[in-house]
């Protein structure tokens, strides 16, 4: 299966987005943590002020176009951090490629691209999380080049949740 | 005593005081020769059509300046990310108050502030990272309700540098 096409999401996609947003969590058992609807990857993604960018792979196959499957087969979210030191980064959220076309370099050319965005909009560096137990892509993106600046630095990843929030925007003065 | 800051947006004008103080949380880190940031990228990646980041800053007036002579004394950097189970993120990247002012809730209040920020522009959550030996970092953010995601759900930090990229991008097929 070499004939897939990258290209730049556009507002048509965003139902296949949520679909294989749903498939990656189904895949990590946490798929009715999803909560995100079309609207909201349509507000965000898509309006004035886009929160995240996204890649889709196309089957562009015979084949394709004479079953009724799915043709957005593979896709990449992605946005842009700051990094104090130094600027723009890119950071990946997620990445995922439909199980039965994996094998064929969708994922390579994937990270390709997203590469090339990143040197293109002038970013010193690519970051994105990895679970620990996820052998088979530590081992993808360490191929590539990638450090686990966890183990090199010491960071950790925390977050304040909204319960959180709300408490300390509207708590009494400490 | 210091109980008279204010807490404000950041604006063109407090690029310098901005990079000055990233400059000065580095040292803290011992790491401040690695800040390359200069003023006129921090003017333009902050404050162009496309804000790569947003900051909040606390100044004092004249009278209470630091020692060396300067009236903004803390800031805070942050910008949005996006969860694709949940939605919008606010990502609190840099946070200081300069030492001689730290004490007077100032970083309390900068925290409030973000926290407003997160709940008006509908974040479902506030991320950041945190070094592992940074023991004083850790129970500040835990006594606010932080949770370590690294520890709940194993997540590791990757970055892969640009010689890698543009190695990765001039690869062929």
């Not at chain 1, 058992?29 to 609207?39: A, N, R």
């Not at chain 1, 094998?103 to 010193?124: D, N, P, W, Y």
């Not at chain 2, 990228?41 to 804000?51: N, Q, S």
Request: hydrophobic content about 35%.
């Amino acid at each position: 299966m070499d004939s897939f096409k990258l290209r730049k999401a556009e507002p048509k996609d965003v139902p296949d987005i949520l679909r294989l947003i749903k498939e990656l969590a189904k895949y990590e058992d946490m798929e009715d943590q999803v909560i995100l609807t079309e609207k909201d990857l349509l507000e965000d993604g898509f309006g004035d002020h886009p929160f995240y960018h996204c890649l889709v792979a196309e089957d562009a196959s015979e084949q394709s176009n004479n079953n009724n499957g799915p043709v957005v087969i593979g896709f990449a979210m992605y946005y842009f951090t700051y990094d104090p030191w130094i600027g723009k980064l890119l950071y990946l959220e997620d990445f995922f490629v439909m199980k039965e076309y994996r094998g064929f370099g969708i994922g390579s050319e994937i990270l390709k691209l997203l590469s090339h965005t990143a040197v293109k909009s002038r970013c010193s560096s690519m970051h994105f999380i990895v679970a620990e137990g996820n052998q088979a892509s530590i081992e993808f993106y360490k191929r590539r080049g990638a450090a686990d600046l966890s183990l090199e630095e010491g960071w950790r990843l925390f977050k304040i949740d909204k319960s959180s929030l709300l408490k300390m925007s509207s708590g009494p003065e400490e | 005593e210091c109980n008279s800051f204010i807490l404000r947006k950041a604006e063109p004008k407090d690029v310098s005081d901005i990079l000055r103080l990233i400059k000065e949380l580095a040292k803290f880190e011992k790491m401040e020769e690695q800040v390359i940031l200069t003023e006129k990228e921090l003017l333009e990646d902050g404050f162009g059509d496309h804000p790569f980041y947003h900051c909040v800053v606390a100044e004092v007036p004249e009278h209470k300046q630091s020692s060396d002579g300067y009236t903004v004394i803390g800031f805070a950097m942050y910008y949005f990310t996006y969860d694709p189970w949940i939605g919008k993120l606010l990502y609190l990247e840099d946070f200081y108050v300069m030492k001689e002012f730290r004490g007077y809730g100032i970083g309390s209040d900068i925290l409030k502030v973000l926290s407003e920020t997160a709940v008006k522009t509908r974040c479902s959550s506030m991320h950041f990272i945190v070094a592992e030996w940074n023991k004083s970092s850790i129970e500040f953010y835990k006594r606010r309700g932080a949770s370590d995601l690294s520890d709940e759900e194993g997540w590791r930090l990757y970055a892969i540098d640009k010689d890698d990229l543009l190695k990765i991008s001039a690869k062929k097929r």
